[in-house]
C-alpha cells in the first residue's frame, strides 16, 4: 500500500479517535487542557504501544508531530464554546456521533497496526498480525477510559475488541491473495460495519453474574 494512503487513513483514524476523546472530557467536565489529553491519548495511545511492542523507536508520534497536533487541533475545536453548549443540548446525537468516531478509529487504527507488523516484522506469524491490530485499535480508547475513570470499554460495552480482532484476520488472512489495498479497506470495513450492528442489535459476550453478598460477622461464643 502507498504510504500516502496509508498517512491518510491514519489521520482520519487520528481525527476520529481524538473526537471520541474529546467528547468524553467534556461530558466529563474537564477544562481545555484535560479535554486536549483525553483527545490526544485515545488518538496516539494505541499506536505508541504498537511501535513499542515493534521495536520502533522512538515511536512514530515522536518523530513526527503531526499525529499529535492533529488531534490537539481537532479537541481545540470540539471545546469551542457553541460546540460544547450543543454537547449539553443534544446528548444523543453526540452519543451517536462518539459511537461512528469510535468505530471508524477503531477499523482504521486496527489495519494500520496489521500493516505496520507486516512491514516491521521480519518473521511474522498470523498471531502477531492480529495482536498488533487489536492493541493499535483499542490501546487508545484503554487509556481514554482509565484517565476518565471509567471501566474500559472494550470489557463491558457491546461487541468491541472482538470486532477489532475479526477484521484483523480478515485484513491479515487477505493481505497476500487480494493485496495490501483491499486487505486494509475489508478489514477496516467490517470492523466499522460490526461495530455498528453490535450498538443498534445489542451483541454482547456472556457476563458473569457474580455478586459480592457481604458477609455476616461470625458472632463470638460465650
Not at 487509556?143 to 477484521?167: K, M, N, Q, T, W
Not at 484476520?169 to 467490517?190: D, T
Amino acid at each position: 500500500m502507498s504510504n500516502v494512503l496509508v498517512f491518510v487513513l491514519e489521520l482520519i483514524g487520528t481525527a476520529a479517535f481524538a473526537v471520541s476523546g474529546a467528547i468524553v472530557g467534556i461530558k466529563k467536565q474537564m477544562d481545555l487542557f484535560g479535554v486536549i489529553v483525553l483527545g490526544v491519548c485515545t488518538a496516539v495511545g494505541g499506536g505508541i504501544v504498537r511501535d513499542l511492542i515493534l521495536g520502533i523507536t522512538p515511536p512514530a508520534t515522536f518523530q513526527d508531530p503531526v499525529y499529535t497536533l492533529t488531534a490537539a487541533a481537532v479537541s481545540v475545536l470540539m471545546f469551542l464554546p457553541h460546540v460544547r453548549a450543543r454537547v449539553g443540548r443534544h446528548e444523543p446525537v453526540f452519543d451517536r456521533l462518539l459511537l461512528v468516531m469510535d468505530a471508524v478509529g477503531l477499523g482504521v487504527f486496527t489495519v494500520v497496526g496489521v500493516q505496520c507488523a507486516f512491514r516491521q516484522a521480519e518473521h511474522y506469524t498470523l498471531f502477531l498480525t492480529v495482536f498488533v491490530g487489536l492493541i493499535t485499535g483499542v490501546g487508545g480508547g484503554v487509556l481514554r477510559d482509565v484517565f476518565s475513570g471509567e471501566r474500559p470499554y472494550i470489557f463491558v460495552r457491546h461487541f468491541y475488541a472482538c470486532a477489532s480482532i475479526i477484521g484483523a484476520l480478515i485484513c491479515a488472512l487477505c493481505w497476500e491473495r487480494l493485496g495490501a489495498n483491499a486487505a486494509m479497506l475489508f478489514g477496516a470495513a467490517a470492523i466499522v460495519v460490526l461495530r455498528l450492528l453490535a450498538a443498534y442489535y445489542h451483541w454482547s459476550l456472556p457476563k458473569s453474574d457474580y455478586h459480592d453478598e457481604p458477609q455476616t460477622p461470625a458472632v463470638p461464643k460465650t
